[in-house]
């Protein structure tokens, strides 16, 4: 059974930071083409934050470019993203996901199903 935990919320004021972490366990069917962040604040929709593909390569939301910044490490099959500069509008539950497949594939992937999700580690920003 595939088990993903992240790690590392809280709260902070605004202008700290918080490095968040997130580890796979159990699975054993190949590779993770792409990894991501992702977050839901009351009563908004979930969006991906952050993604990276098993070449290391990497996308943001335009909203944390320049703030964020994920980082793997292949060999323990741990993601982290580290946040500076967090603003109240960072607040969110955040989640970490991991997508098997064909390497190669387009990361973020259009559907996001599939992928392998952690329960969620809340962020809180206040002003």
């Known amino acids: 059974q595939v088990q993903v935990v992240e790690s590392g919320g809280g709260s902070v004021q605004a202008g700290e930071s918080l490095r968040l972490s997130c580890e796979e366990h159990g699975y054993g069917g190949g590779h993770f083409f792409c990894m991501g962040w992702f977050r839901q604040a009351p009563g908004k929709e979930r969006e991906g934050v952050a993604y990276i593909d098993n070449d290391g390569h990497t996308k943001y939301v335009d909203s944390v470019k320049g703030r964020f910044t994920i980082s793997q490490d292949n060999a323990k099959n741990s993601l982290s993203l580290q946040m500076n500069s967090l603003k109240p509008d960072d607040t969110a539950m955040y989640y970490c996901?991991?997508?098997?497949?064909?390497?190669?594939?387009?990361?973020?992937?259009?559907?996001?199903?599939?992928?392998?999700w952690g329960q969620g580690t809340q962020v809180t920003v206040s002003s």
């Open positions: 996901a991991y997508f098997p497949g064909r390497l190669g594939s387009p990361c973020p992937p259009p559907r996001t199903y599939f992928g392998y």
